[in-house]
């Protein structure tokens, strides 16, 4: 569990609950973050459900607690009329050594994913995000890798240099600092999606150099299996991302139905609101092309490889029908002097045997000038 207190100019980090949920131990002017995993919130949810009513005046209703509990739940958006709930799945780590609902690990409850490496990344865990006025509370798989990167981020940018003095002055601070729950949320959310933009080069690597052997005639391409493996792996991806694409985008139409906000500085936070969670949902639609031109690659790839392995057995049979077309007039000169008749030209004269195989010996020659000119003997490239 981590606990930090935000306002606009500095970040402090807590070590527990309890002295927070004391009336007036926040700042007014500031706002926090509890982070913690879903272990620690199903252990800690009493204490976070006094420190909500302290700061919020109100608690998170049982089917939102479940939801944020749920290890298998897609990314989606809801919302009441004091906070609002987003659930975003992120890519998973390589250990996978996280429980789910059942209690044992969440890795043992899967098959092993086969294929490259770079496939075997494709696996989630969710993400859960209350945004309330004053709080923002994440659950987060166990690694909490998403959070402690962030938090890195968030103490460096309102950390003093070796001398002692800020890193930045108040108003730089502020502006590299979230300037409120929602804001922080997105922060965070941006940072996952990231994550997928990552792989983009890794994925284009792997099918381009399954392309190129796809492409290449004279390479024998056996790897069908890992393939369809990256196919389906595409497919999950796809649907991972129009999941995400929907809750952001309900996020912001949720935005949009809010009442006008009063002053300028209300007014500028919401447009920043705005700002980022269209930026977010742009870096997702990113994503979404970009699986779709791997998709198509792929299946264009399949079907290009089979073009080609159609194209050389046309030329091997066109080759074939060639030569036997070529030796059939000769088979036809050779069957008739092996008829059993007494009398056949040629047959009692000494050099009839050099007359026949003259005679095939031209008519072969002028059949392959004449295929070769139609161009029936060139390898087609």
């Known amino acids: 569990m981590r606990i930090f207190e935000i306002s606009r100019s500095q970040v402090s980090e807590h070590a527990s609950l309890a002295p927070l949920a004391v009336p007036g131990a926040c700042s007014a002017h500031g706002y926090l973050w509890i982070s913690l995993t879903r272990d620690e919130f199903r252990a800690a949810q009493p204490e976070v459900q006094q ?50 609902n059942s209690g044992e690990p969440a890795q043992a409850q899967r098959p092993p994913r086969g294929g490259p490496p770079v496939l075997r990344r494709i696996d989630t865990r969710p993400v859960g995000f209350a945004v309330f006025d004053r709080v923002l ?50 922060r965070i959310v941006n940072l996952i999606v990231d994550g ?11 099918l381009d150099h399954w392309q190129t052997e796809l492409i290449d005639p004279r390479s024998r391409f056996t790897n069908w299996s890992a393939l369809m493996e ?12 129009e999941d995400q694409r929907a809750a952001m985008q309900d996020w912001i139409d949720s935005l949009e139905t809010l009442p006008a906000p009063q002053g300028e500085v209300a007014q500028r936070e919401r447009e920043l609101i705005m700002v980022r969670s269209r930026d977010v949902l742009e870096h ?12 198509q690659n792929a ?8 073009s080609v392995q159609g194209h050389r057995a046309n030329d091997i049979m066109r080759v074939l029908t060639v030569l036997t077309a070529i030796f059939l007039p000769l088979n036809l000169i050779a069957g008739i002097f092996g008829m059993n008749f007494e009398f056949i030209p040629l047959v009692h004269k000494a050099d009839g045997f ?28």
């Open 354 to 381: 050099w007359i026949a195989m003259t005679a095939m010996l031209v008519i072969a020659v002028v059949l392959v000038v004449i295929f070769w000119r139609k161009r029936y003997l060139a390898r087609t490239r």
């Open 51 to 100: 420190i909500l009513q302290t700061l919020c005046q109100t608690q998170l209703v049982d089917l939102h607690v479940a939801d944020l509990l749920n290890d298998q739940l897609p990314s989606h958006y809801d919302y009441t009329s004091l906070y609002d709930v987003l659930v975003f799945r992120r890519l998973a780590t390589g250990n996978g050594a996280e429980t789910g």
């Open 137 to 186: 509370l994440s659950v987060h798989p166990e690694d909490g890798t998403v959070r402690d990167a962030f938090a890195a981020r968030l103490l460096a940018a309102a950390s003093p240099d070796d001398r002692g003095t800020p890193a930045l002055d108040v108003r730089a601070t502020s502006a590299r600092l979230p300037a409120s729950p929602a804001d922080l949320m997105l």
């Open 230 to 241: 990256a196919r389906q792996s595409l497919h999950r991806l796809d649907e991972i991302c």
């Open 299 to 306: 299946e264009t790839a399949v079907q290009m490889h089979f």
């Open 284 to 295: 997702i639609q990113r994503v979404v092309h970009h699986v779709h031109r791997l998709e």
């Open 196 to 206: 997928y933009l990552d792989m983009r080069r890794e994925l284009t690597k792997q």
